[in-house]
């Protein structure tokens, strides 16, 4: 069977959840983050946030990043230090299998789509390196 979804009818559903942090808890992305479908080892996913994630990474595999409206610094930590790329509407970035990454937006912020492999490792603490923690 097809899965047929409407991006921006399911972007629009979502309400934009302000002044993320690292800390911000779970129960506080009810409504700002929604799975679409599943996909692979993983699924489809949708968000509407400003603020600045926390450090994550996908040990199974790479992740799509489709940006959607609004804007964002993808902030991807490599052997050779930390490296940010701006991302605007209409932009795709894929991050490698097992790099940290995080997003920092402006106030206004950024509506998204990924295709995310599972399990994903977040952190819950503000650090500049995340490999710092390992």
Known sequence: MIDIIDLKA???????????T????DNARDGAFAKLAPYRDGAIFTAK?????PWERHPNGDEIVQIVDGA??????????????????GMVAV???????RFETPPDG?????AT?????HLSVDVEDPRTLE
Do not use: C, Y
Request: without cysteine; positive net charge; proline residues 11%.
């Open 117 to 121: 492999p599972q399990p994903t490792q």
């Open 49 to 53: 946030f400003a603020g600045r994630s």
């Open 10 to 20: 399911e972007i629009a559903k979502l309400t934009m959840l302000h002044g993320r």
């Open 72 to 89: 964002t610094v993808l902030h991807v930590m490599t052997a050779d230090g930390p490296q940010s790329f701006a991302l605007n509407a």
């Open 22 to 25: 690292p800390q911000t808890p």
């Open 95 to 101: 991050v490698p299998q097992g790099t940290w990454h």
């Open 110 to 114: 950024v509506s998204l789509m990924t």
